[in-house]
């Protein structure tokens, strides 16, 4: 009886190992193409990763305050979408509210910044390097897309070439890991040259609180140059598009200075 399983046993591993002899040829091409399968996928991330650290900077912001003009409509209407074609022009932006930054030649990426302010806006240079006079109150808002941006952006800012040595503090506003009663706080203690924030953000100290003040306000950069990783703009995003438009540039203080000529409205 133990003969007769053993003589089983030995067929059934010859068996068995002429099966693993007729496999062996499939497995290899199998395992060949998940491997150019996973280096697909790493080629994929590698190419998300480097377009979110380094983004591509494209522009229509060089175009004349005319041509921005019809932008900032066409864009503003989608932030309306129920809104009639006579209300939609009580809010537009007047091509006179827009500065004409046609003759700048270099990037408009956060390097120039600082070039690009002190050459293409010399009024809002001058009064950066001023000492502030209110609490809150500062000569620029530059309205940023996310956090992060608004961070490099705030770094850039504090250069001392704008500030020199009196200029007022540069405030960096956003939601994440900030309550908006903390910044209301900060600001009604603090002397602010630049306020730096989301338009979320902004629209909310604008519109909710008394703490953000346009007294001394003439100046506000909209970031439209820089482009994430998904290739969009500060008004391609439906949700900051509609915080630019609705809470910010609609912001009844601001609209009415704006209308009036004491805020200019520069794209960057």
Known sequence: MADVLDDDYDELVLVSDEQDDHLAPLTAP??????????KEKEKKRRKLAEAVVPIVQTIADRSPTHLAAYLASTQAKAFP??????????????SAIADTTTWSGSRSLDELVPFIIKMLPTLHTRLGQKSKSNGAPT???IAGAALRVADATRVLKDKNLRGDKGGEVAKLFAK??????HVSYLKRTKI??????PGRIGKLLCETDALSISALTHIILDISFIDAKQRTLLDIPETRDEVFKSVLA???ILKAIKEGTIQVVLF
């Open 140 to 142: 620029l808002l530059f």
């Open 177 to 182: 890991h900030f309550k908006l009663s903390h």
């Open 30 to 39: 199998a395992n060949a193409k998940k491997r150019k399968r996973r280096e």
């Open 251 to 253: 912001a009844p203080q």
């Open 193 to 198: 040259g630049t306020a730096v924030g989301t």
């Open 82 to 95: 129920d809104h009639s074609q006579i209300e939609l022009n009580d809010l537009e932006i007047p091509d």
